[in-house]
T-cell receptor, first 113, second 113 residues
Framework: NAGVTQTPKFRVLKTGQSMTLLCAQDMNHEYMYWYRQDPGMGLRLIHYSVGAGITDQGEVPNGYNVSRSTTEDFPLRLELAAPSQTSVYFC????????????FGEGSWLTVV | KQEVTQIPAALSVPEGENLVLNCSFTDSAIYNLQWFRQDPGKGLTSLLLIQSSQREQTSGRLNASLDKSSGRSTLYIAASQPGDSATYLCAVRSRQAGTALIFGKGTTLSVSS
């Protein structure tokens, strides 16, 4: 019963470095999402995918890239990290039906110094 | 564009009090609405999910109502306890952004003993 698994849980990056946040789900869900959460801001959608090979931008996509080569995995790439990308990142997944529950990972805490 | 607003942003009550948290959304064409709880430094815990065809859902001391036509939901917490202290997030799922959940900024609740 792994559900949605995010790695790493905590990471400190230097400005300009690159890294990838990993997200994997074992529920055969078609839909996957990446959010970021900043103090007092709720969760904001970065990118989403409605199936393998299909990705699209959410509300705050700048500075982030995603890919969806398999149904299970949806990595989030930061190419040139900036202090403004210090945040908590949540990955989520869901089945294709609109009434399906969306399941969340436990979050990844990223600090860019 | 769907927007979700939560009022109040913060709330402090004495233990034992009944309380109501409010959520409003701008596009009434939603699939479902979900209430989450988030403790400091932690991930999201799903509390209640209301489908668009439903009017309310109950779980223990929690009751969530949905009035889709007016774009409103309330979360009622009965006999509040210090352990209820947390941030409560409201989110709606609609046709936008691959049916991603769109979140409000949350209400931070503090229950004093």
């Amino acid at each position: 019963n792994a559900g949605v698994t995010q790695t790493p849980k905590f990471r400190v990056l230097k400005t300009g470095q690159s890294m990838t946040l990993l997200c994997a789900q074992d529920m055969n869900h078609e839909y996957m999402y990446w959010y970021r959460q900043d103090p007092g801001m709720g969760l904001r959608l970065i990118h989403y995918s409605v199936g393998a090979g299909i990705t699209d931008q959410g509300e705050v996509p700048n500075g982030y890239n995603v890919s969806r080569s398999t149904t299970e995995d949806f990595p989030l790439r930061l190419e040139l990290a900036a202090p403004s990308q210090t945040s908590v990142y949540f990955c989520a997944s869901s089945g294709p039906l609109s009434g399906n529950t969306i399941y969340f990972g436990e979050g990844s805490w990223l600090t860019v110094v | 564009k769907q927007e979700v607003t939560q009022i109040p942003a913060a709330l402090s009550v004495p233990e034992g009090e009944n309380l109501v948290l409010n959520c409003s959304f701008t596009d009434s064409a939603i699939y479902n609405l979900q209430w989450f709880r988030q403790d400091p430094g932690k991930g999201l815990t799903s509390l209640l999910l209301i489908q668009s065809s439903q009017r309310e859902q109950t779980s223990g001391r929690l009751n969530a109502s949905l009035d889709k036509s007016s774009g409103r939901s309330t979360l009622y917490i009965a006999a509040s306890q210090p352990g209820d202290s947390a941030t409560y997030l409201c989110a709606v799922r609609s046709r936008q952004a691959g049916t991603a959940l769109i979140f409000g900024k949350g209400t931070t609740l503090s229950v004093s003993s």
